[in-house]
Protein backbone atom coordinates (compact mmCIF):
# COMPACT_ATOMS: atom_id res chain seq x y z
CA UNK A 1 0.00 0.00 0.00
CA UNK A 2 2.98 2.66 0.59
CA UNK A 3 4.59 1.63 -2.20
CA UNK A 4 1.12 2.59 -4.42
CA UNK A 5 0.64 5.88 -2.52
CA UNK A 6 4.31 6.76 -3.34
CA UNK A 7 4.20 5.65 -7.08
CA UNK A 8 0.64 7.97 -7.41
CA UNK A 9 2.83 10.49 -5.55
CA UNK A 10 5.84 10.40 -7.87
CA UNK A 11 3.48 10.16 -11.17
CA UNK A 12 1.93 13.09 -10.11
CA UNK A 13 4.93 15.17 -9.80
CA UNK A 14 6.03 14.39 -12.94
CA UNK A 15 2.38 15.07 -14.70
CA UNK A 16 2.62 18.78 -13.01
CA UNK A 17 6.46 19.08 -14.01
CA UNK A 18 5.68 18.12 -17.61
CA UNK A 19 2.70 20.45 -17.46
CA UNK A 20 4.71 23.28 -15.81
CA UNK A 21 7.36 23.43 -18.26
CA UNK A 22 5.08 22.87 -21.42
CA UNK A 23 3.17 26.37 -19.47
CA UNK A 24 6.69 28.16 -19.35
CA UNK A 25 7.49 26.96 -22.99
CA UNK A 26 4.20 28.52 -24.19
CA UNK A 27 4.27 31.57 -22.64
CA UNK A 28 7.73 32.37 -24.22
CA UNK A 29 6.15 31.77 -27.77
CA UNK A 30 4.83 34.70 -29.67
CA UNK A 31 1.26 35.59 -29.38
CA UNK A 32 1.07 34.85 -33.60
CA UNK A 33 1.80 31.23 -32.64
CA UNK A 34 -1.66 30.87 -30.94
CA UNK A 35 -3.37 30.38 -34.33
CA UNK A 36 -5.73 27.85 -35.62
CA UNK A 37 -3.93 24.53 -35.33
CA UNK A 38 -1.79 25.62 -32.38
CA UNK A 39 -4.16 24.74 -29.30
CA UNK A 40 -4.55 21.08 -30.89
CA UNK A 41 -0.38 21.19 -31.14
CA UNK A 42 -0.72 21.86 -27.67
CA UNK A 43 -2.85 19.43 -26.54
CA UNK A 44 -0.93 16.41 -28.26
CA UNK A 45 1.83 17.60 -26.73
CA UNK A 46 0.20 17.57 -23.14
CA UNK A 47 -1.58 14.32 -23.91
CA UNK A 48 1.18 12.32 -25.61
CA UNK A 49 4.02 13.15 -22.51
CA UNK A 50 1.09 12.28 -19.96
CA UNK A 51 0.65 8.92 -22.08
CA UNK A 52 4.20 8.53 -21.93
CA UNK A 53 4.24 8.48 -18.25
CA UNK A 54 1.41 6.39 -18.11
CA UNK A 55 2.80 3.89 -19.97
CA UNK A 56 6.26 4.07 -17.22
CA UNK A 57 3.94 3.77 -14.55
CA UNK A 58 2.42 0.77 -15.92
CA UNK A 59 6.06 -0.55 -15.32
CA UNK A 60 6.04 0.09 -11.52
CA UNK A 61 2.86 0.02 -10.54
CA UNK A 62 0.18 -1.70 -13.06
CA UNK A 63 -2.76 -0.14 -11.43
CA UNK A 64 -1.70 3.44 -11.59
CA UNK A 65 -0.56 3.23 -14.81
CA UNK A 66 -3.94 1.46 -16.38
CA UNK A 67 -5.92 4.09 -14.49
CA UNK A 68 -3.85 6.35 -16.34
CA UNK A 69 -4.02 5.03 -19.28
CA UNK A 70 -8.09 4.86 -19.23
CA UNK A 71 -8.05 8.58 -18.01
CA UNK A 72 -6.48 10.09 -20.75
CA UNK A 73 -8.75 9.34 -23.59
CA UNK A 74 -11.81 10.73 -21.35
CA UNK A 75 -9.43 13.61 -20.44
CA UNK A 76 -9.00 14.32 -24.02
CA UNK A 77 -12.62 13.72 -25.15
CA UNK A 78 -13.26 16.30 -22.48
CA UNK A 79 -10.93 19.14 -23.48
CA UNK A 80 -11.68 18.81 -27.14
CA UNK A 81 -15.36 19.05 -26.05
CA UNK A 82 -14.71 22.34 -23.94
CA UNK A 83 -12.43 23.83 -26.35
CA UNK A 84 -15.42 23.03 -29.30
CA UNK A 85 -17.90 24.37 -26.72
CA UNK A 86 -15.78 27.81 -26.14
CA UNK A 87 -14.83 28.18 -30.13
CA UNK A 88 -18.52 28.51 -30.91
CA UNK A 89 -19.67 30.37 -27.79
CA UNK A 90 -16.20 32.79 -28.80
CA UNK A 91 -17.80 33.19 -32.10
CA UNK A 92 -21.09 34.08 -31.50
CA UNK A 93 -19.71 37.09 -29.07
CA UNK A 94 -17.69 38.12 -32.17
CA UNK A 95 -20.55 38.33 -34.48
CA UNK A 96 -22.76 40.13 -31.61
CA UNK A 97 -19.83 42.79 -31.32
CA UNK A 98 -19.64 43.30 -34.87
CA UNK A 99 -23.32 43.57 -35.27
CA UNK A 100 -22.97 46.14 -32.07
CA UNK A 101 -19.98 47.81 -33.60
CA UNK A 102 -22.04 48.25 -36.84
CA UNK A 103 -25.20 49.42 -35.39
CA UNK A 104 -23.09 52.20 -33.23
CA UNK A 105 -21.57 53.21 -36.29
CA UNK A 106 -25.04 53.85 -38.13
CA UNK A 107 -26.44 54.99 -34.43
CA UNK A 108 -23.72 57.64 -34.96
CA UNK A 109 -23.80 58.38 -38.41
CA UNK A 110 -27.58 59.04 -38.22
CA UNK A 111 -27.44 61.28 -34.94
CA UNK A 112 -29.41 64.48 -36.54
CA UNK A 113 -32.34 62.78 -37.65
CA UNK A 114 -32.49 60.85 -34.89
CA UNK A 115 -31.93 63.86 -32.25
CA UNK A 116 -34.87 65.87 -34.97
CA UNK A 117 -37.20 62.89 -34.16
CA UNK A 118 -36.35 62.96 -30.11
CA UNK A 119 -34.61 59.72 -29.80
CA UNK A 120 -31.72 58.92 -27.60
CA UNK A 121 -28.90 56.56 -26.76
CA UNK A 122 -31.11 53.67 -25.70
CA UNK A 123 -34.27 54.70 -27.33
CA UNK A 124 -33.13 53.61 -30.85
CA UNK A 125 -34.39 50.35 -30.34
CA UNK A 126 -31.95 48.72 -32.96
CA UNK A 127 -29.02 49.73 -30.99
CA UNK A 128 -30.80 48.86 -27.79
CA UNK A 129 -31.61 44.96 -29.22
CA UNK A 130 -27.75 44.51 -30.45
CA UNK A 131 -26.60 45.76 -26.63
CA UNK A 132 -28.99 43.27 -25.47
CA UNK A 133 -27.85 40.39 -27.72
CA UNK A 134 -24.22 41.55 -27.21
CA UNK A 135 -24.72 41.40 -23.66
CA UNK A 136 -26.74 37.66 -23.54
CA UNK A 137 -23.74 36.30 -26.11
CA UNK A 138 -20.85 37.43 -23.57
CA UNK A 139 -22.65 35.57 -20.57
CA UNK A 140 -23.35 32.62 -22.70
CA UNK A 141 -19.57 32.47 -23.36
CA UNK A 142 -18.25 33.04 -19.89
CA UNK A 143 -20.87 30.24 -18.68
CA UNK A 144 -19.77 27.91 -21.54
CA UNK A 145 -16.07 28.59 -20.31
CA UNK A 146 -16.73 27.52 -16.98
CA UNK A 147 -18.64 24.88 -17.70
CA UNK A 148 -15.96 23.23 -19.88
CA UNK A 149 -13.70 23.54 -16.54
CA UNK A 150 -16.14 21.17 -14.58
CA UNK A 151 -15.08 17.97 -15.03
CA UNK A 152 -18.12 15.95 -16.95
CA UNK A 153 -18.57 13.76 -13.87
CA UNK A 154 -19.72 16.73 -11.62
CA UNK A 155 -22.23 18.13 -14.35
CA UNK A 156 -25.97 17.39 -13.79
Do not use: C
Not at 120 to 145: E, F, M, N
Request: charged share 20%; aromatic share 6%.
Amino acid sequence: MLSSNHSFAVTVDVIRDMQGRLADHMVRLPLGWFGGSAQATASGIAVSGTMSVAIVTLAFNWRIGLALVIAIPVVALATRRGERRNAKAETGTQEAEFETDRQLLEFADQQVVLRSAGIHGTQHQPLADVIAAWRKAGRKSLWSSIVSMIPPAHRD
